[in-house]
Antibody
Framework: EMQLVESGGGLVQPGGSLRLSCAAS????????MAWVRQAPGMGLEWVSL????????YFAGSVQGRFTISRDNSKNTLYVQMNSLSAEDSAIYYC???????????????WGQGTVVTVSS | EIVMTQSPATLSLSPGERATLSCRAS??????LAWYQQKPGQAPRLLIY???TRATGIPARFSGSGSGTEFTLTISSLQSEDFAVYYC?????????FGGGSKVEIK
């Protein structure tokens, strides 16, 4: 069974940083692009970032460009996102999602984790 | 950025009824459209990709149609487990964008 398990969420002060992780199992992690999608409380879904299967190519939503970094360790089957300069607008459930292709260019999100909650507040 | 607009925002129906949800793209996206279902406290689940292809394990009562800018998700006969929020999402171009969601509630 394909599974994604996020970790690393929590309470952080405005301006602070946080790194989220996503452990993958049940599929060949190195063969697929991966992404982060977030959902603010009571709101809809917002794509945050994606990374190609090799890690060579990354893309970001404008709202996080320059503040977030996405990476992956294919030897550990783990996806990461480093989030810096956090503000209240970044408070959300952060979901890790597998994409059904190698570079994320024309792929849906076919497997989702259960999410990890990030709260930015003083 | 491609803007995705879903309607209606809320649909009140009884079990056994047919649900028809709409999604419109601000520009043509061919068939690069997915539908997701989200229940309270749960992660989204992929229902449909390529505008009309059911994902693995999705019941046949769910069907998708459309191309270009107009898309539809149909649930032929609502079951109790189908009452949820449904999102469409385009993957034609970045930034990847979602519609605002349509809630299917019990009447």
């Amino acid at each position: 069974e394909m599974q994604l398990v996020e970790s690393g969420g929590g309470l952080v002060q405005p301006g602070g940083s946080l790194r989220l992780s996503c452990a993958a199992s049940g599929f060949t992690f190195r063969n697929y692009a991966m992404a982060w999608v977030r959902q603010a409380p009571g709101m809809g879904l917002e794509w945050v970032s994606l990374i190609s299967n090799s890690g060579d190519t990354t893309y970001f939503a404008g709202s996080v460009q320059g503040r977030f970094t996405i990476s992956r360790d294919n030897s550990k089957n783990t996806l990461y996102v480093q989030m810096n300069s956090l503000s209240a607008e970044d408070s959300a459930i952060y979901y890790c999602a597998k994409m059904d292709g190698t570079d994320g260019s024309r792929d849906a999100f076919d497997v989702w984790g259960q999410g990890t909650v990030v709260t930015v507040s003083s | 950025e491609i803007v995705m607009t879903q309607s209606p925002a809320t649909l009140s129906l009884s079990p056994g009824e047919r649900a028809t949800l709409s999604c419109r793209a601000s520009q043509s996206i061919s068939n690069t459209l997915a539908w997701y279902q989200q229940k309270p406290g749960q992660a989204p689940r992929l229902l449909i990709y390529g505008a009309s292809t059911r994902a693995t394990g999705i019941p046949a009562r769910f069907s998708g149609s459309g191309s270009g800018t107009e898309f539809t998700l149909t649930i032929s006969s609502l079951q109790s487990e189908d009452f949820a929020v449904y999102y469409c999402q385009q993957y034609k171009s970045r930034p990847l964008t979602f519609g605002g969601g349509s809630k299917v509630e019990i009447k």
